[in-house]
C-alpha cells in the first residue's frame, strides 16, 4: 500500500488550491485520514483530519477556509484550501490509517506536496 499527494503549485495569496492524496492497494478497514503540513524551519503541524465515520476536525488556523473530503471509495482524500494566506506555505502530507484484521493501526504516509503561496 502506498499514498501519493497531488495538487500542490505556486498560487498568489487570496487563492484556491487542492491537494489529492491517492491510495494505492487494498486496506482491510479505515481509521481515518489526516492532512499535515511542514513549513520550512518549523516542525510538522496537523491541519485537518476525517474519522472512519467522517467526523472532520480542522486546525483553528485553516477553520472556514479548507475543507477535507474524501472520494466515494474512501481511497482518495482531498484537501480544498481557499483563501490561502501566506503561511500556507509548507510541504503538505497526507497520512491514511488502515485498522488491520489482527485488531491494530498501521499508518501510510506520502512523500508530500509543495504549496507556495506568494503575493
Known amino acids: 500500500v502506498k499514498v501519493a499527494e ?6 498568489q495569496a487570496g487563492e484556491s488550491l487542492t491537494l ?3 491510495r494505492s492497494g487494498d486496506i482491510y478497514s479505515s481509521c481515518g ?17 476525517i474519522s472512519s465515520r467522517g467526523i472532520k476536525k480542522y486546525a ?6 479548507f475543507s477535507i473530503s474524501t ?3 474512501e481511497s482518495t482524500l482531498y484537501l480544498q484550501m481557499n483563501s490561502l494566506k501566506h503561511e500556507a506555505a ?27 503561496v506568494s503575493s
Open 6 to 11: 497531488s495538487g500542490g503549485g505556486s498560487v
Open 20 to 22: 489529492s492524496c491517492a
Open 33 to 49: 485520514m489526516e492532512w499535515y503540513r511542514q513549513a520550512p524551519g518549523k516542525g510538522r503541524e496537523f491541519v485537518s483530519s
Open 90 to 116: 509548507a510541504v503538505y502530507y497526507c497520512m491514511q490509517c488502515e485498522a488491520t484484521v489482527t485488531g491494530g493501526t498501521t499508518k501510510y504516509w506520502g512523500l508530500g506536496t509543495q504549496v507556495t
Open 60 to 65: 483553528t488556523s485553516v477553520e472556514g477556509r
Open 71 to 73: 472520494d466515494i471509495t
